[in-house]
C-alpha cells in the first residue's frame, strides 16, 4: 500500500473516549476560545518548565489576560507552518504501512479540561493508531527536546495512546524520534497540569521559578510608577544578600574569564581534555570576547 499526496481528515465525535471538541484552523477566534476551557499540548512542557522561553508564570499571566499575549508571527513560526504538511507527507511515503490524517481538537474522557490538537494521528495497516507531530528547528538535535517528548505524552493521554513520533527537520537533518507512552510522567504532567489549571480559575500566581521570563512577566504586570513607598521586611533583606553574592560571583566568573584569555593566546577553543569549554570571538575586525561553552 503506497499513501501519496494530499492529507485526508479525521475527526471521529469521540477518538478512544476523548470528545471531539471542535475542527478549528490556528489563530481564529474559535481556536482561541477553545484553548481558553483547557491546556493544550503545546503548553505543557511550559508548565513543567522544560521551555527555555517561557515560563509557567509568565503563561499563567497571559493565559488569566493580565499581561499582553501577542501572536508569533517571525519566521520561525511561518516557516513551521508552512512545511507541516510536506514534512507529513513525506513521512507518510517512508512509511506506507501507515494512513496519516489531520485531526481535530479532543478533551481528555473525565479530565475535561486537558485537551488535545496535535499535528496528526496515524494508521497503521493492523488498525493500531499513533500521534504524529511535526517540528522544524535551526540546529541540529542531539537529543530530542524533552518539551516535545512532554506535548507528546500529553496528547497519548488524551486521546488513549500507546506510541508517538516526532518527525522533525532540525539544522537540515531528517529526524524521526519514537516515543512510548510514559505513566510515570503523564502521571507527572498531570499533578502539574492540574495544579496549573487551579492557578487559573482561582487566579492565584504560580511560584516565582528564577527564569527570565518570570521576571518579565512580573515587569509587565506593573507598568506604571506611583510615587510611593512600601515596606517589604525579609524581602528586602533577601535582595540584597542575593545581588551581594550575584556581584561577587560575577566578579569571580571575570578574573576567571581573564584567566582563560592569557592562557588562550590567539587560540579560538579552549580546551580540558576532548572537550571545548570556551571560545574566542569577535564581530568583524572587533576585539575578541569569550564564550563559555556549558553545553559542549
Avoid at 147 to 166: C, E, G, K
Wanted: proline share 4%; glycine share 8%.
Amino acid at each position: 500500500m503506497t499513501n501519496t499526496g494530499e492529507l485526508g481528515w479525521h475527526t471521529p465525535d469521540t477518538f478512544n473516549g476523548a470528545e471531539l471538541i471542535g475542527v478549528f484552523e490556528t489563530g481564529t477566534t474559535d481556536w482561541h476560545e477553545a484553548r481558553s476551557h483547557g491546556i493544550g499540548g503545546s503548553e505543557i512542557g511550559t508548565i513543567m518548565g522544560l521551555n527555555p522561553w517561557e515560563s509557567a508564570f509568565a503563561l499563567w499571566a497571559k493565559r488569566t489576560d493580565q499581561i499582553p499575549n501577542p501572536p508569533v508571527d517571525n519566521w520561525s513560526v511561518r516557516f513551521g507552518k508552512a512545511f507541516e504538511d510536506p514534512i507529513l507527507e513525506m513521512w507518510q511515503a517512508e512509511h506506507p504501512e501507515y494512513t496519516v490524517y489531520k485531526t481535530g481538537t479532543y478533551r481528555h474522557t473525565k479530565l475535561e479540561w486537558l485537551h488535545a490538537n496535535p499535528d496528526a494521528i496515524a494508521q497503521h495497516e493492523d488498525g493500531h493508531w499513533i500521534v504524529v507531530e511535526v517540528k522544524t528547528a535551526r540546529s541540529g538535535w542531539k537529543e530530542t527536546p524533552p518539551a516535545y517528548v512532554a506535548q507528546v505524552q500529553h496528547y497519548m493521554q488524551v486521546l488513549n495512546l500507546d506510541r508517538s513520533v516526532i518527525v522533525a527537520v532540525a539544522g537540515w537533518t531528517w529526524e524521526e524520534r519514537w516515543v512510548d507512552r510514559d505513566e510515570w510522567q503523564i502521571e507527572t504532567q498531570t499533578l502539574a497540569a492540574q495544579r496549573f489549571w487551579d492557578h487559573l480559575t482561582t487566579i492565584t500566581k504560580p511560584v516565582w521559578d528564577g527564569s527570565k521570563a518570570t521576571y518579565e512577566a512580573e515587569r509587565h504586570l506593573h507598568p506604571s510608577i506611583d510615587d510611593d513607598e512600601i515596606e517589604i521586611g525579609d524581602l528586602g533583606l533577601q535582595l540584597l544578600d542575593a545581588q551581594e553574592t550575584f556581584d561577587e560571583a560575577e566578579r569571580d566568573l571575570l578574573a576567571l574569564k581573564a584567566q582563560v584569555l592569557d592562557a588562550m593566546g590567539t587560540a579560538k577553543h579552549a580546551m580540558v581534555g576532548d572537550k571545548r569549554v570556551a571560545a574566542r570571538q569577535a564581530r568583524g575586525s572587533g576585539v575578541p570576547w569569550l564564550v563559555v561553552k556549558r553545553d559542549q
